[in-house]
């Protein structure tokens, strides 16, 4: 983790990353830009030189193994070990991992994270700045919503469309990774339909990547 940026509990144990003056994590998780389009109007490179950064930006841009469309890392079922817990910090992990497997994922509650934890998974302060100046917890994971819901209608044939946030799981370590519950329509005059998402972009990447798109399952 870039040793700039850190991240403390908010008064009501939530995530908020606070930043330093110099660059911080808050720089690596950066909403997408226009970069190449802004790039494009400088004088003709050298002749080979533009290939070569595409090149190098595809590649930096590219899809981690981990990063696979309609993947789900949580679908299999958590094993606690068979000993009892040799202390409360291995409890509270073990009480953590099996709510987090429970819900594939998708909820957390405050309680159920270990006092202790320190890049884990943690519900989202939706309403809180989560990157300055003024981009909210709640515009962040509309961002990274959006990504998945595209993906999902260009694979799917589907028009479903973002309404709003409901909530978000998310972990911080190399990038920022989550699970977002999110209301939809899936059509224009359609009814308000549960759906998550999961959606991940790391410090060398300058894109999110879609990694899941659905409806609700009925037994979450």
Not at 83 to 99: G, I, K, L, V
Not at 148 to 164: G, M, P, R, S
Not at 166 to 190: H, L, N, Q
Request: with cysteine; proline share 5%; glycine share 4%.
């Amino acid at each position: 983790m870039n040793p700039s940026a850190s991240m403390v509990e908010t008064v009501d144990g939530e995530l908020e990353v606070t930043q330093h003056v110099d660059a911080s994590m808050s720089d690596c998780i950066k909403l997408p830009t226009k970069r190449k389009a802004e790039t494009s109007l400088v004088a003709d490179p050298v002749e080979g030189e533009g290939s070569r950064e595409e090149e190098q930006e595809e590649e930096k841009d590219s899809g981690e193994s981990d990063q696979v469309w309609d993947v789900d890392s949580f679908e299999s079922d958590y094993e606690s070990p068979e000993e009892p817990a040799s202390d409360t910090d291995e409890f509270e992990m073990r009480r953590y991992m099996r709510h987090l497997y429970e819900s594939r994922g998708f909820l957390l509650k405050r309680e159920m994270v270990p006092k202790k934890l320190f890049q884990g998974w943690r519900p989202l302060n939706l309403d809180a700045i989560f990157r300055k100046p003024n981009i909210t917890g709640r515009d962040y994971m509309e961002t990274m919503a959006q990504v998945a819901i595209d993906k999902f209608n260009q694979t799917k044939n589907k028009t479903v469309t973002l309404d709003h946030i409901a909530r978000a799981v998310i972990r911080m370590s190399i990038g920022v990774k989550a699970y977002i519950t999110f209301m939809a329509k899936e059509s224009p005059r359609g009814e308000l339909v549960e759906y998550q998402a999961k959606a991940e972009i790391r410090v060398w990447q300058t894109k999110i990547h879609p990694i899941l798109c659905r409806p609700t399952p009925s037994s979450s």
